[in-house]
């Protein structure tokens, strides 16, 4: 099993840690396994670490397990420029909600 970097790193902003640069996958595994906030664990979470393993043993490409990883990160919010939230992805109201909950519009009472 040989490490496989990526053609550029990727940088995180993880919540209470800073700022994260993976290059390679077996990092990001390293990042998904131990960085990861808990509440962005899920479907896009466990497709990148699939895609890193993979890569790690030859059966997928370095560009589609950084690809897979940008995508995880990009959900959770750990992208710079992104919104980075500590409540999971399905509870974070989008902009439209929330600017309805913020007008009392939203029908819930």
Same mark, same amino acid.
């Given at each position: 099993?040989? +490490?496989?970097?990526? /053609?550029?790193?990727?940088?995180?902003?993880?919540?209470?840690?800073?700022? @994260?640069?993976?290059?390679?996958?077996?990092? *990001?595994?390293? #990042?998904?396994?131990?960085?990861?906030?808990?509440?962005? @664990?899920? &479907?896009?979470?466990? /497709?990148?670490?699939?895609? #890193?393993?993979?890569?790690? +043993? %030859?059966? #997928? =490409?370095?560009?589609?397990? &950084?690809?897979?990883?940008?995508?995880? !990160?990009?959900? !959770? %919010?750990?992208?710079?420029?992104?919104?980075? =939230? =500590?409540?999971?992805?399905?509870? &974070?109201?989008?902009?439209?909600? *929330?600017?309805?909950?913020?007008? %009392?519009? /939203?029908?819930?009472?």
């Amino acid at each position: 099993m040989n +490490d496989v970097a990526f /053609s550029e790193p990727i940088i995180l902003h993880l919540p209470g840690m800073g700022a @994260r640069k993976v290059a390679t996958s077996f990092e *990001a595994i390293e #990042c998904l396994q131990n960085e990861w906030p808990q509440w962005a @664990r899920g &479907r896009n979470w466990r /497709s990148a670490q699939s895609a #890193c393993r993979d890569a790690l +043993d %030859g059966w #997928c =490409s370095a560009k589609a397990a &950084r690809r897979s990883f940008v995508k995880a !990160a990009d959900r !959770a %919010g750990l992208l710079p420029g992104r919104r980075q =939230s =500590s409540a999971p992805a399905w509870h &974070r109201p989008e902009s439209g909600e *929330a600017s309805l909950v913020a007008a %009392g519009l /939203s029908g819930s009472r």
